[in-house]
């Protein structure tokens, strides 16, 4: 089976956890911090469409800071109002009364290191998910792969859309799809929250085998 390589996510979106749930993987904390990505942003869907939550980072980290480096901002109660909009996006969700308790220390807790943060709240996705993960982390960035693995550090990305022929946007149930439509690609936890167990399913199929 192939190795592949993802970068550190917040609350990544299910491109992301439809590798994780089927390919062994090194997560990345070695690669230099980049701004507007998956590293500190996730995208939810709210009464008025998509919304991105941005976790702010210590403006006092060097250009160059190693992702592993990244200190979170003491300055901004980003954690109450992350939490109060998915609150507000999430509570009519089938699921929601469900699973937030799972979440809501992930708000209350103070964290210093992004990377911690990622982890812990991906750990937590995994257990809720009942995928079967298999995680390394990388002691230095790498730049040369072999054929047995992948490298997807920057091609699950919000901003920039790259081919992923593995990914295969599978349409679910949402609370807000009569008024936007399907929105594809959301956090994970847009998935979980409308589909509950039925979640790692829907995974699944959104991965394309070749």
């Known amino acids: 089976m192939k190795m592949i390589y993802l970068s ?8 992301y956890y439809s590798k994780l749930a089927h390919y062994p993987v090194y997560i990345e904390r070695c690669c230099n911090y980049v701004k507007q990505t998956y590293r500190n942003r996730c995208n ?24 592993r480096d990244v200190r979170i901002s003491a300055h901004d109660d980003w954690q109450t ?18 699973y937030q308790d799972d979440f809501r ?18 750990q937590k996705v995994i257990e809720l998910l009942d995928i079967d993960v298999h995680i390394r982390f990388t002691d230095e960035y790498k730049t040369d792969f072999s054929a047995g693995e992948i490298d997807f550090r920057e091609i699950i990305h919000p901003k ?18 009569k008024k936007f439509g399907f929105l594809p690609n959301l956090s994970i936890i847009d998935l979980l929250f409308n589909m509950g167990n039925e979640a790692a399913i829907v995974l699944e199929k959104s991965f394309a085998k070749h």
Not at 111 to 120: A, K, T, V
């Open 8 to 15: 550190s996510a917040y609350l990544a979106p299910i491109q």
């Open 44 to 67: 939810i869907a709210s009464a008025n469409g998509v919304m991105p939550l941005t976790i702010p980072v210590d403006k006092d980290n060097k250009e160059k800071c190693l992702m």
């Open 81 to 98: 109002l992350h939490w109060r909009a998915i609150m507000s996006a999430y509570n009519s969700t089938p699921f929601f009364e469900y």
């Open 105 to 122: 220390p992930f708000y209350e807790k103070k964290w210093d290191f992004l990377f911690d943060f990622n982890c812990e709240i991906q």
């Open 160 to 177: 920039k859309k790259i081919e992923d022929t593995n990914f295969l946007p599978v349409p679910y149930y949402q609370v807000f799809d």
